[in-house]
Protein backbone atom coordinates (compact mmCIF):
# COMPACT_ATOMS: atom_id res chain seq x y z
CA UNK A 1 0.00 0.00 0.00
CA UNK A 2 1.29 3.52 -0.81
CA UNK A 3 0.00 6.86 0.31
CA UNK A 4 0.75 10.54 -0.65
CA UNK A 5 0.01 12.89 2.07
CA UNK A 6 0.08 17.12 1.05
CA UNK A 7 0.62 19.37 3.30
CA UNK A 8 1.04 23.14 3.47
CA UNK A 9 -1.94 24.67 1.85
CA UNK A 10 -4.42 27.91 2.96
CA UNK A 11 -5.63 30.95 2.34
CA UNK A 12 -2.71 33.49 1.54
CA UNK A 13 -2.86 37.40 -0.04
CA UNK A 14 -2.04 37.85 -3.54
CA UNK A 15 1.66 38.42 -3.72
CA UNK A 16 2.25 36.10 -1.03
CA UNK A 17 4.51 32.64 -0.70
CA UNK A 18 3.40 29.49 0.42
CA UNK A 19 5.57 25.83 0.51
CA UNK A 20 3.35 22.53 -0.27
CA UNK A 21 5.28 19.44 0.94
CA UNK A 22 4.01 15.82 -0.28
CA UNK A 23 5.06 12.43 1.51
CA UNK A 24 5.08 8.83 -0.15
CA UNK A 25 4.52 6.69 1.76
CA UNK A 26 4.15 2.54 2.10
CA UNK A 27 5.41 -0.09 0.13
CA UNK A 28 8.04 1.56 -2.16
CA UNK A 29 10.81 0.03 -4.17
CA UNK A 30 11.09 2.87 -6.76
CA UNK A 31 10.12 6.29 -7.17
CA UNK A 32 9.99 7.48 -10.36
CA UNK A 33 8.60 11.37 -11.67
CA UNK A 34 7.10 13.73 -8.64
CA UNK A 35 5.14 16.24 -9.62
CA UNK A 36 2.05 18.67 -8.99
CA UNK A 37 -1.03 19.11 -10.70
CA UNK A 38 -4.12 21.45 -9.80
CA UNK A 39 -7.95 22.16 -10.18
CA UNK A 40 -10.15 24.94 -10.22
CA UNK A 41 -13.91 24.39 -9.96
CA UNK A 42 -14.95 23.89 -13.55
CA UNK A 43 -11.96 23.49 -15.15
CA UNK A 44 -9.69 20.32 -15.85
CA UNK A 45 -7.04 18.86 -14.05
CA UNK A 46 -3.56 20.27 -15.14
CA UNK A 47 -0.34 20.29 -14.71
CA UNK A 48 2.12 22.20 -12.64
CA UNK A 49 5.15 21.30 -12.21
CA UNK A 50 7.09 17.57 -12.10
CA UNK A 51 10.58 16.63 -11.33
CA UNK A 52 11.30 13.58 -12.86
CA UNK A 53 13.84 11.40 -10.64
CA UNK A 54 17.28 12.69 -12.28
CA UNK A 55 15.95 16.05 -11.44
CA UNK A 56 14.59 17.35 -14.82
CA UNK A 57 11.99 19.77 -14.19
CA UNK A 58 9.27 21.18 -16.50
CA UNK A 59 6.82 23.99 -15.49
CA UNK A 60 3.05 24.99 -16.66
CA UNK A 61 3.87 28.16 -18.58
CA UNK A 62 1.60 30.57 -15.65
CA UNK A 63 3.97 29.82 -13.54
CA UNK A 64 7.21 29.75 -14.19
CA UNK A 65 9.55 32.47 -12.79
CA UNK A 66 6.67 31.96 -9.71
CA UNK A 67 6.75 28.74 -8.47
CA UNK A 68 10.13 25.93 -7.85
CA UNK A 69 9.29 22.14 -7.34
CA UNK A 70 11.89 20.11 -5.27
CA UNK A 71 12.69 16.87 -4.24
CA UNK A 72 14.20 15.68 -1.23
CA UNK A 73 14.89 12.00 -2.37
CA UNK A 74 15.71 10.13 0.75
CA UNK A 75 12.60 10.98 2.06
CA UNK A 76 10.49 10.14 -0.98
CA UNK A 77 9.49 14.15 -0.43
CA UNK A 78 8.30 16.19 -2.81
CA UNK A 79 7.45 20.46 -2.47
CA UNK A 80 6.35 22.77 -4.38
CA UNK A 81 7.87 26.73 -3.29
CA UNK A 82 4.97 28.56 -4.49
CA UNK A 83 5.74 32.74 -4.56
CA UNK A 84 4.20 35.89 -5.85
CA UNK A 85 0.56 34.04 -5.49
CA UNK A 86 -1.88 35.60 -7.87
CA UNK A 87 -5.65 35.11 -7.75
CA UNK A 88 -6.15 32.53 -10.25
CA UNK A 89 -3.47 30.12 -9.02
CA UNK A 90 -6.83 29.24 -6.25
CA UNK A 91 -7.35 25.66 -6.78
CA UNK A 92 -7.35 21.96 -5.09
CA UNK A 93 -3.45 21.36 -5.58
CA UNK A 94 -2.60 17.40 -5.60
CA UNK A 95 0.79 15.55 -5.80
CA UNK A 96 1.14 13.06 -7.77
CA UNK A 97 4.11 10.04 -8.08
CA UNK A 98 5.13 7.68 -10.15
CA UNK A 99 5.76 4.34 -7.96
CA UNK A 100 7.15 0.88 -7.91
CA UNK A 101 5.53 -0.72 -4.98
CA UNK A 102 7.63 -4.03 -5.84
CA UNK A 103 9.98 -5.78 -7.99
CA UNK A 104 7.53 -7.78 -10.40
CA UNK A 105 5.12 -4.89 -10.09
CA UNK A 106 5.10 -1.92 -13.06
CA UNK A 107 5.36 1.49 -11.90
CA UNK A 108 1.53 3.53 -11.21
CA UNK A 109 0.69 6.89 -10.90
CA UNK A 110 -0.46 7.70 -7.33
CA UNK A 111 -2.31 10.96 -6.22
CA UNK A 112 -2.55 12.59 -3.30
CA UNK A 113 -5.94 13.84 -1.61
CA UNK A 114 -5.98 17.17 -2.39
CA UNK A 115 -4.91 20.48 -0.20
CA UNK A 116 -6.80 23.66 -0.93
CA UNK A 117 -4.61 26.94 -1.91
CA UNK A 118 -7.12 30.14 -2.07
CA UNK A 119 -5.10 33.33 -2.93
CA UNK A 120 -7.87 36.39 -2.26
CA UNK A 121 -7.57 39.39 -0.44
Known amino acids: QVQLVESGGGLVLPGGSLRLSCVASGSIVSVYDMGWYRQAPGNQRELVAVMTSIGNTNYEDSVKGRFTISRDYAKNTVYLQMNTLKPEDTAVYYC???????????????WGQGTQVTVSS
Open 96 to 110: NAGIKSAPYRPQYQY
